[in-house]
């Protein structure tokens, strides 16, 4: 895929990328140990392919929103506040991109992305879960 097609989901991805501090892969490890919640949002086909992504939470993407909007009564437990570091994880780092600039406008005013995704990350040689 390309980010600057000229398409109108580039135009959005780049206005979304532009509200985020993407977060490197080789960063991934150290930004979850000071206290990030990692959530990897890709689908069960692509995890079991390639495998899960170590201390990374899995919610599936279709109802990401509903289970970390911290006023949601259908979040989870750890998205109870709106502050705290939120890192998704999709394969390549476009969904979450999208995904990311959501949770900001529900309040998670901390939330961004992994840049070049669960691939991105794999391909620095670091093993599946």
């Known amino acids: 895929m390309s980010d600057e097609d ?3 989901i580039s135009r959005l991805l780049a206005e979304s ?3 985020l501090d993407r977060v490197e892969p080789a960063e991934l490890e150290a930004v979850r140990a000071a ?3 990692v959530v990897d949002t890709r689908p069960i086909e692509q995890r079991q392919r390639d495998g899960e992504l170590p ?4 919610i599936d ?3 990401l929103e509903w289970r970390l909007d911290p006023t949601s009564p259908h979040r989870l437990e750890i ?3 709106p502050s705290r570091r939120v890192v998704l994880v999709c394969n390549e780092g476009y969904s979450s991109s999208l995904a990311a600039h959501t949770l ?5 005013v901390n939330a961004t992305d992994l840049r070049g995704g669960f691939q991105a990350w794999r391909g ?3 093993s599946q879960g």
């Open 17 to 19: 990328r532009a509200g």
């Open 124 to 126: 620095l040689g670091n």
């Open 35 to 37: 206290g990030a919640l």
């Open 61 to 63: 993407r279709n109802v």
């Open 55 to 58: 201390g990374a939470v899995v």
């Open 79 to 81: 998205a109870d506040d």
């Open 104 to 108: 900001q406008r529900l309040g998670l």
């Open 6 to 8: 000229g398409s109108a």
